[in-house]
């Protein structure tokens, strides 16, 4: 996973990160899962989605990998704070994962894809190491889809800017209406399209949301690059970040995320 995150693993990052559980990010999956499947879990930053899925199909083996050994360690910190056994994470590369030919029963990767340059053979490799017979499930948001209210014009910004950075950064924000095209050009037979969305209404919701989005635009990697790339300037993601202020305080706010995913066998 050489690419560059367009996110960065700046606090603000990380702690929606930490919100994702396999209900609210990989329930297109759970019905396939039963116990002793072995499961490698692509992309899985702190591990919360990870050992979501460790329990529903333990005894069975799991395996969380990603490009950040930082990332990597505080999944390992939550796994023995946990007391998990049997979930191992370490750090890979999507395009060239360290798992023999036919390794796993299942491999899962959630908003994955959106930041790969090469999101096909990744999911080629994914086709590599899954056993004769196993899925390989796949979540990611489509950002050009997101719709809210009310709407402060420093919003409409933020998707503008946003779109072009993730796009000059590496990846394509609106991947999820193109996973079943990627999983079919990567020689999947047989490719099982749903769609699932996050909807951020209440006022805790809005608050976690809205405020992490707001400390995101003025000191994560998005905002650096934002710079970088001559897309925004401190004015700017000011007015972003106090876009988002502004639509989390408002009773009417009201944002969901769309989300397109697979199940890919063969």
Known sequence: MADDYTHGHHESVLRSHRWRTAENSAAHLLPHLRPGLDLLDVGSGPGTITL?????VAPGRVRGVDASAEVVAEAEAARAAAGVVGVEFAVDDAYALSDPDAAWDVVHAHQVLQHLTRPVDALREFRRVVRPGGIVAVRDVDYEGTIWWPRPPGLD????????????????????????AWAREAGFADVSATASLWLFESPADREWWGGAWADRALHSSFADNARRLGLADDAALQRISDAWREWAASEDGWLLMPHGEIIARG
Request: proline fraction near 3%; charged fraction near 35%.
């Open 157 to 180: 910004e933020w998707r503008e800017v946003y779109l072009a950075v993730h796009r000059g950064t590496s990846g394509e924000p609106a991947a999820g209406r193109r996973l079943k």
């Open 52 to 56: 979501d899925l460790a329990a529903r």
